[in-house]
């Protein structure tokens, strides 16, 4: 019998590499602003505490300490994304192969973001679509975000799988810290947006290099 019942997965840099749409979404708001763009490699380290804090980031400092042009740059920017979440948007490699494996092993899959529920849900749908994640949940109004582990707890409980039998599948620190504050096993991912020593230093458990590692360790 496998040692995890339940997996799940962070979404932006973990199922998908969605950070072409993203990074294209905030520079067209910046650009509008005839404000500094950023690079792709700059948004790496920008995602992945939710979108307002990835505005926050990609603004001057000055600017992202005003209310009233921080929330206009927001909704803006929910605009943009909404125009081009899947221009260039796609699992990675080994992906869909990664799910498969689990599901024939008896293994359950959820989906916990930071992204807006709304677009956390259209991704997943129209981007892995026929993969029977069991729950598919994003940044929700008065549910903490991660690294709270609260929503990843809530949805071990509701299937009734102990954090123990859970493994937290993630690409950033951020997931890491909340897969080891639920009591889950903490597992990093290498084609994602953050690095190894990353990682590493925020304890994950295990770290791989290729999503087929991911069924190996259950």
Same mark, same amino acid.
């Given at each position: 019998?496998?040692?995890?019942?339940?997996?799940?997965?962070?979404?932006?840099?973990?199922?998908?590499?969605?950070?072409?749409?993203?990074?294209?979404?905030?520079?067209?708001?910046?650009?509008?602003?005839?404000?500094?763009?950023?690079?792709?490699?700059?948004?790496?380290?920008?995602?992945?505490?939710?979108?307002?804090?990835?505005?926050?980031?990609?603004?001057?400092? =000055?600017?992202?300490?005003?209310?009233?042009?921080l929330?206009?740059?927001?909704?803006?920017?929910?605009?943009?994304?909404?125009?081009?979440w899947?221009?260039?948007?796609?699992?990675?490699?080994?992906?869909?192969?990664?799910?498969?494996?689990?599901?024939e092993?008896?293994v359950?899959?959820?989906?916990?973001?930071?992204?807006?529920?709304?677009?956390?849900?259209?991704?997943?749908?129209?981007?892995?679509?026929?993969?029977?994640?069991?729950?598919v949940?994003?940044?929700? =109004?008065?549910?903490?975000?991660?690294?709270?582990?609260?929503?990843?707890?809530?949805?071990?409980?509701?299937?009734?799988?102990?954090?123990?039998r859970?493994?937290?599948v993630?690409?950033?620190?951020?997931?890491?810290?909340?897969?080891?504050?639920?009591?889950?096993?903490?597992?990093?991912?290498?084609?994602?947006?953050?690095?190894? =020593?990353?990682?590493?230093?925020?304890?994950?458990?295990?770290?791989v290099?290729?999503?087929? =590692?991911?069924?190996?360790?259950?």
């Amino acid at each position: 019998m496998s040692a995890i019942d339940l997996v799940i997965f962070d979404l932006d840099g973990t199922l998908l590499d969605t950070i072409e749409d993203l990074g294209d979404s905030v520079n067209e708001v910046l650009s509008k602003r005839r404000l500094a763009e950023h690079s792709y490699c700059d948004y790496r380290d920008y995602i992945g505490d939710g979108m307002e804090m990835l505005i926050r980031r990609s603004l001057p400092t =000055e600017l992202a300490s005003d209310p009233e042009f921080l929330a206009a740059v927001l909704e803006d920017y929910q605009a943009a994304y909404g125009r081009n979440w899947n221009n260039k948007s796609r699992p990675y490699d080994g992906i869909p192969d990664c799910l498969g494996n689990l599901i024939e092993n008896g293994v359950q899959l959820a989906v916990l973001s930071n992204k807006p529920h709304h677009f956390t849900r259209l991704c997943v749908a129209q981007l892995l679509p026929g993969v029977p994640f069991v729950e598919v949940c994003g940044d929700r =109004e008065g549910v903490p975000r991660k690294p709270d582990p609260g929503a990843a707890l809530a949805i071990a409980a509701g299937l009734g799988i102990a954090a123990g039998r859970t493994m937290f599948v993630g690409d950033t620190n951020v997931d890491i810290t909340t897969g080891l504050a639920a009591g889950m096993l903490a597992v990093g991912v290498l084609w994602g947006f953050r690095g190894e =020593e990353e990682l590493r230093s925020a304890g994950a458990r295990h770290v791989v290099t290729c999503p087929d =590692e991911i069924a190996r360790l259950i």
